[in-house]
């Protein structure tokens, strides 16, 4: 049995207290957010926190919504490490994905890595085979994902 007289009370407190609330937060949220350029269509499908030895390290897997050029990738690549960059991280690996069906097979077009400069010298770290699109990312297109996109198909 429901209790009407308890939900309209219950239902008086959200709108007198919650609502407001969420208007004040989507307004923030609204002025603080920046959207990112149409033709740059991704999404993030997973953020990991691999960190250890006091090294903030960060992997990402990212869904390429369309076809992009190498440059839009490049682009793609420099906003999604900036905006990671801001959690006080030193190492950024991201793989990009053109399906879905590809990021469950772990098939990426691209691999990337950004290590900061700043890291101690003790805190060596493996780099990644591939071309520097800037003074610190590098970037590796893999040569056989064709191949192996047949393969799992």
């Not at 008086?12 to 949220?29: D, S």
């Amino acid at each position: 049995m429901i209790d009407f007289e308890l939900w309209s009370e219950n239902f008086v407190m959200l709108n007198e207290h919650l609502l407001p609330f969420l208007r004040r937060l989507y307004r923030i949220m609204k002025a603080t957010l920046k959207p990112y350029p149409e033709r740059y269509n991704y999404t993030i499908l997973s953020l990991k926190d691999f960190s250890h030895c006091n090294v903030k390290r960060y992997s990402a897997n990212v869904l390429l919504c369309k076809e992009h050029t190498q440059q839009d990738i490049t682009e793609i690549v420099k906003i999604i490490t900036q905006q990671l960059k801001t959690f006080n991280s030193q190492v950024i690996c991201l793989f990009l994905y053109l399906s879905t069906e590809d990021f469950g097979f772990k098939n990426w077009i691209c691999q990337t890595q950004w290590i900061s400069k700043t890291n101690p010298p003790s805190f060596s770290f493996l780099t990644l085979d591939g071309n520097y699109i800037d003074d610190e990312i590098i970037v590796n297109y893999k040569t056989n994902y064709e191949e192996l996109k047949a393969i799992f198909r």
